[in-house]
């Protein structure tokens, strides 16, 4: 089936602008996740929701960073007034599970991730 | 704090065995060790997972110590494919995120 989907895959915007990347998560999936990867390290956990609820945002950087879930399904990511340091891998992951669910298997399935740079 | 402690880079010989080690002292109780590879700079990949059993399946074996200590994620026939970064993480199965460290490069080579 279907895995996750990201877009745009790449986006260059220049300093100042806001942008929105989107994620689309496997169809059923009750979690999802947004991480920010820089390169050479391993992702960063930004925020987290339980079907359209966001239940976890102890990752975002600042205000500048928001993320959305309306219909529990496709998520948007949005960072206003972008600055260069914003620059990274953006990765969207969506889980069949959801906190408090029994056992110890948190799988979490990854998307392609979308390459931001602020110029 | 780093819950993990991995070797920073391994190189294993195409059709070998490769074992990857991890430290995670600190473990609780209630908390698994998850194993995820990263090749080149697609998503990260969920390989295995354990608690206190070693755990099998079609991609890798774990081994985890009987003091939970320390685990060896064992990739029975290397590949070329399988040249990844290989994260080590431990978290409780109610955790809401997977905090991955700098995981160890293994590079199979032909």
């Known amino acids: 089936g279907a895995g996750v989907s990201q877009s745009p895959r790449y986006k260059v915007t220049k300093r100042g602008q806001d942008v929105a990347l989107r994620c689309d998560p496997i169809?059923?999936?009750?979690?999802l996740y947004w991480y920010r990867q820089a390169l050479g390290q391993g992702p960063e956990f930004l925020t987290y929701?339980?079907?359209?609820?966001?239940?976890?945002k102890s990752g975002l950087p600042n205000d500048r960073f928001s993320a959305e879930r309306p219909e529990g399904s496709i998520s948007t990511l949005t960072i206003q007034r972008t600055e260069q340091r914003d620059s990274a891998m953006y990765r969207c992951?969506?889980?069949?599970?959801?906190?408090?669910?029994?056992?110890?298997?948190?799988?979490?399935?990854f998307g392609p991730g979308t390459r931001l740079t602020v110029t | 704090d780093a819950k993990t402690t991995q070797p920073p880079s391994m190189d294993c010989a195409e059709g070998r065995a490769a074992n990857l080690p991890c430290n995670h002292s600190t473990i609780s109780g209630n908390e698994y060790v998850y194993w995820y590879r990263q090749i080149h700079s697609q998503g990260p990949q969920y390989i295995i997972h354990g608690l206190k059993n070693n755990e099998t399946n079609e991609m890798a074996s774990l081994i985890i110590t009987e003091d939970r200590k320390s685990s060896t994620l064992i990739l029975p026939h290397a590949t070329l494919r399988d040249t990844a970064v290989y994260y080590c993480i431990v978290e409780a199965g109610s955790a809401r995120q997977l905090t991955f460290g700098s995981g160890t490069q293994l590079t199979v080579l032909p």
């Open positions: 992951a969506s889980s069949p599970r959801h906190l408090g669910s029994s056992g110890g298997l948190y799988e979490q399935y």
């Open positions: 929701f339980n079907y359209e609820a966001q239940q976890d």
């Open positions: 169809s059923g999936h009750v979690s």
